[in-house]
């Protein structure tokens, strides 16, 4: 079965820094990997969608790569912010009869002012 | 346009007891898909809605049961809880034809002791 492995250990960075977080995945690779931020006792909100054929999606300070090769995705959160404080999960997905998303642990980003 | 709704949002309730859990998609989304969140872990995938059928499931036994109605709106039934299915129960909603991203509602926090 598809495992996801992401940093279960929590992220602490200056504000102003560059955060950068890993997710690992076993098997075959997925039609997307998608990052969603959950802040504590809230749902999870989507933030990027990166396909397989894409090396690198931006969103305003936001950077998601993907290489199938190693089979890993990091996410980037530039010029970071105690708001950008929360936990950070990744889900890939893959499509042919698994229509569905599956997501790690996540990783919990500290910003310190 | 209201997204994902659940409720109740927070209900406590002892071993041997049932529970559902209601939830309201996104307009226009006709998937609904459950998942299970532990303190500290990623959410985990129970089963997925589409078309009033289960489409698919994960590692969940069979007290854990859902429904689809016409409207799109889907219930979460657990029978005989037990002390481990404490957690926040998260209801998801998308579109079935595309990239997998998903809509969180805020969850249902269930207690049971």
């Known amino acids: 079965s598809q495992k996801i492995e992401q940093n279960s250990e929590a992220l602490n960075i200056q504000e102003g820094k560059t955060a950068t977080l890993t997710c690992n995945y076993t098997?075959?690779?997925?039609?997307?990997l998608q990052w969603y931020r959950q802040d504590p006792g809230r749902g999870p909100v989507f933030l990027l969608l990166?396909?397989?054929?894409?090396k690198e999606k931006r969103k305003e300070r936001l950077k998601v790569t993907f290489d199938t090769t190693l089979k890993q995705s990091l996410f980037h959160i530039t010029a970071s912010q105690p708001a950008d404080s929360a936990t950070y999960l990744c889900?890939?997905?893959?499509?042919?009869?698994?229509?569905?998303?599956?997501f790690g642990t996540g990783t919990k980003l500290q910003v310190i002012p | 346009d209201a997204g994902v709704t659940q409720s109740p949002t927070h209900l406590i309730k002892t071993r041997g007891q049932q529970v559902t859990l209601r939830c309201s998609p996104k307009?226009?989304?006709?998937?609904v898909s459950w998942y299970q969140q532990a303190l500290g872990q990623g959410p985990q995938f129970i089963f997925q809605?589409?078309?009033?059928?289960?489409?698919q499931r994960g590692n969940f036994p069979d007290r854990f049961s859902g429904h689809q109605f016409p409207n799109y709106s889907s219930e979460l039934n657990v029978n005989a809880l037990l002390l481990g299915d404490s957690a926040l129960y998260l209801c998801?909603?998308?579109?079935?034809?595309?990239?997998?991203?998903?809509?969180f509602g805020e969850g249902s926090r269930l207690t049971v002791l």
């Open positions: 998801a909603s998308s579109h079935d034809i595309g990239t997998g991203e998903l809509f």
């Open positions: 098997n075959y690779s997925p039609a997307y």
């Open positions: 990166i396909r397989e054929n894409e």
């Open positions: 889900a890939p997905f893959w499509t042919g009869g698994y229509q569905k998303v599956t």
């Open positions: 307009s226009g989304h006709d998937t």
């Open positions: 809605y589409y078309e009033e059928e289960e489409r």
